[in-house]
């Protein structure tokens, strides 16, 4: 493609050599660590650890790693694990996230202002502080929660949850709060400045039309939000997948993920092949980020840029 | 919208952060002055042996665990005061190492706390210029080159952002780990065997290499984005102008920029002031740790079981005044914007 640019604001030619020369040095950066694991999780350990480059490059492709890994050390359950949370979170933080992005984005009073302010506050609270919260209550938590199972009609309704308090300790749907949580205060700033963009004359028609106001997100805002969801919805995929200081610390081994269960890999090099293993599990944690970019990139893009450029 | 229907559609996110953020806030607090304990009891013991004319007797205290009526220990919680703070911080030993005759700072760093507080600090400061001026050459090279390239370009660029911290920070490790391929290129570079493990300078030059590597390309999309909008009439004005290229750049081009390096400073000076997922993949605890990691640490049990949560929440304090005193003038200046803007 022709540059259409005048012909005063064209680099000159060292510039752009210079230029794409530091590009392509750092797609190599970027590209490299990557592919030289995904390269050395497919070769058998004495390629893979060879001294020269050319057997990890040209060795024999095996996908034994792999089969350990997910069928021998049961890789498939901290799989579904990480499946259970993370579609728990982007769903629950998704639908409580946009009713709270939408309310703030339409009021301009103090209240809105001061809220805003206090997600920007959470949002920079370091996790480990607010689990150091978490884990005694959720050690605790069938003491703790007793009084509410024992109370008159609230504890009629609880049980018909489950018989007794919970110890909460080990349960995924308990992390899901936590990290829906932890994910609320950007989830809110970056759903407000998505529906800031949508006219608001689009639902004052509604209101004038005889809507509620809940009518009015619901009929008219909702068919226009999606691509500000779906961006949103990305980037609480990646905190909860990505996640690991809360599920190492809050699940237990038969509940743990993807991102903490690869410790268990990790504390046994002892063989030739464990590295391996270890590596195996890593890209295969990797793989479905790599489609997410890939599928996604423009929503990525935009999601990235939608905090900063538009405010 | 009236204040009505403000909270209630505002009311389920607010619970979920009131309930999930700020009450365990209110717990750490709390909890850092309090310790629960095994109860112990002293017990007065007559020890009698069998001698000439009387028996010998001699009697002792003993302190033992208190077992409840279940035949199980019981636990009192008690207050402690600023008992796990001191431990923490260890005072005494700072003043003993900063008087004449000390050891200095080195001592200092021995301890915990203010080794973890070190790293936590330079690794913090001295990734922040490196992100920012490798996410703006990148921008700068990406915008200048031509348009079908590009797409793919930026795909790339997204990869080491995207990917999961500790997956990243491992995938570093390998490459150096043992007689890993970058060892073996230094090796081969300086002609002598290297280690890049044994010590803690080494683990932490890979752990910077990392950070800048997986956050760069955060600063490159949003430097990106906004170099789309220079306004291009200021920019011929510039040229008209005799404003040679480096002039353009730093009149036009990096003032339009300025509130988005605020940005990108700001959103990287919260999330590497929590470098934690790094020590995990680098495995560096042995020689550089973090303070979320000194957290973490208290946390996970130890070999009996026990988790000291007092100087987990005393040490989480303590993490959270930090980050105050590092945020504070970058909150105020988004504060006095969005003022501004109302």
Known sequence: MTDIRPRALQPPLWLRLTSNGFLVVWLVIALFPLMWITLMSLRQPIDALSANPLDVIFGKLTFDHYKAVWVTNGFWRNFLNSLIVTAGVVSVSLTVGTLAGYALARTPGALAFWLLILALIFRALPHSVLVTGYVPMFLNSRELLQPLWDAPILGGVLSWFSASAPTLYGKPWAVIAVLVAINQPFTIWMMRSFFQNIPAELDEAALVDGC????????????????????????????????????????????????????????RETRAADQIEAIAAAVSITAPLFVLVMVFQKQIVSGLTAGAVKG | MKRRTFLAFVAPSLFM??????????????????????????????????????????????????????????????????????????????????????????????????????????????????????????ALAVNAMVRSLRGPTIFVTLLPFI?????????????????????????????????????????????????????????????????????????????VDGASRGERLRYVIIPHLAPLIAFVALIHLMDSYRVFDEIIGFASQAHVISLQYLTFSFLTPDETGNRAITRAAASSMLTMIGIVLLLVPLLRRTWREQRGRR
Not at chain 2, 109 to 138: E, H, M, N, Q, S
């Open chain 1, 212 to 267: 509620t106001h809940f009518g009015a997100f619901w009929r008219v805002i909702m068919p226009v939000m999606w691509p500000g969801v779906i961006t949103t919805g990305l980037f609480s995929f990646l905190l909860a997948y990505n996640d690991y200081l809360v599920t190492a610390l809050l699940l237990d081994a038969q509940s743990q993920t993807m991102v903490p269960g690869i410790s268990q890999f990790l504390n």
């Open chain 2, 17 to 138: 952060m009131l309930a999930f953020i700020a009450a365990p806030l209110v717990s750490v607090f709390v909890q850092s002055f309090y310790e629960t304990r095994a109860a112990f009891e002293q017990t007065v013991v007559e020890n009698c042996t069998p001698g000439f004319l009387a028996p010998t007797c001699t009697k002792e205290t003993r302190t033992q665990a208190k077992l409840g009526p279940n035949g199980k220990p019981v636990t009192e919680t008690v207050y402690v005061g600023l008992d796990a703070y001191r431990r923490i911080l260890s005072p005494d030993a700072v003043m003993a190492a900063l008087s004449a005759g000390g050891e200095g700072i080195a001592a200092i760093l021995k301890i915990d706390f203010w080794r973890a507080l070190r790293f936590t600090l330079t690794f913090t400061l001295i990734t922040l210029p490196l992100v920012i001026g490798l996410g703006l050459a990148i």
């Open chain 2, 163 to 239: 990917i999961t911290p500790v997956i990243g920070a491992l995938s570093i490790r390998w490459l150096f780990l043992g007689d890993g391929i970058l060892t073996r290129a230094i090796e081969w570079v300086v002609q002598r065997d290297i280690s890049m493990f044994a010590q803690g300078w080494t683990i932490e030059i890979m752990m910077l290499i990392y950070k800048v590597w997986h956050v760069a390309p955060f600063a490159f999309v949003v430097f990106y984005a906004a170099l789309q909008t220079v306004d291009q009439d200021t920019l011929e004005s510039a040229i």
